[in-house]
């Protein structure tokens, strides 16, 4: 069998590419990218010559049979997408699937990631975090997802499409709140590389006046509200079954406050102020 090789590539700068990624894209039989148009550029500038295949989100069943059949017969391939780490909010989650399921080895890759380049620099809690990919693009659905982030204590990043990050913005005032923390990544490790801070009501009117250009990642800081369904004794008791049951006592902290949406610190005060 060949080996299906998982490569991140550059999202920006193309000196970002690993001399690992820049050694498989030279050894491989085949290089199935999003579009050869744009992987190509990154081939001529390391005078890479190999053979390319388009495969993308709408590409037919029969382009990710055809890989896998060349996998089985030996044949080794580098899946790419245009930047980025394939199969995150990218190209490449049935192939992997279908190789999962033929036996086929598989090798990562590891690149750049736009998500954990903008939390790095974004200033917001990173100790934990959740990746919601994009968006719905119509307003009353992103409402209904937004929704779902109302209590979340984790800070949340998404990508967004720069003609739609006004209005996303608008939808996070009207369903989170304006006050609540937010940063925009735009064009990281480009030349006009932008992050911008401040409340989600700040950035609304930033990038109304100024529309954006390049792709972005549009960081959520993590919820203040404690809406816990049970008194802050009974969740004390859980925690204190969960501990009794073996587990250790910090992390039964963070299930609960995960659970109940209340931040870990008040469950921690309650019980350094009724240790007794």
Known sequence: MGILFICGTPIGNMDDASIRLLKTLRKVDLIACEDTRHTIKLLNRFKIKNKL????????????????????????????????????????????KKAVEAGIRM????????????????GLDSREFIFAGFLPERSAKRKQELQ???NETRTVIFYEAPHRLAAALNDMENVLGGER???????LTKIFEEVKRGSIKELKEIFTQSPPRGEIC??????????????????AAEINTLVQAGMDKKEALKIKAREYHIKKAILYKYFVENKD
């Open 53 to 96: 295949i388009s495969y993308h989100e709408y590409s037919s069943r029969e382009k990710e049979d055809y890989l896998i059949e060349q996998l089985l017969a030996g044949k080794s391939i580098a899946l790419v997408s245009d930047a980025g780490m394939p199969v995150i909010s990218d190209p490449g989650q049935t192939l992997v």
């Open 218 to 235: 549009l960081l959520l800081a993590g919820s203040d509200r404690t809406s816990a369904t049970k008194d802050i004794k009974e969740i």
């Open 181 to 187: 923390q937010a940063v925009a990544a735009r064009e």
């Open 148 to 150: 779902r982030y109302l």
């Open 107 to 122: 090798e990562v890759i590891p690149g750049p990631s736009a998500l954990t380049a903008a939390l790095a620099v974004s």
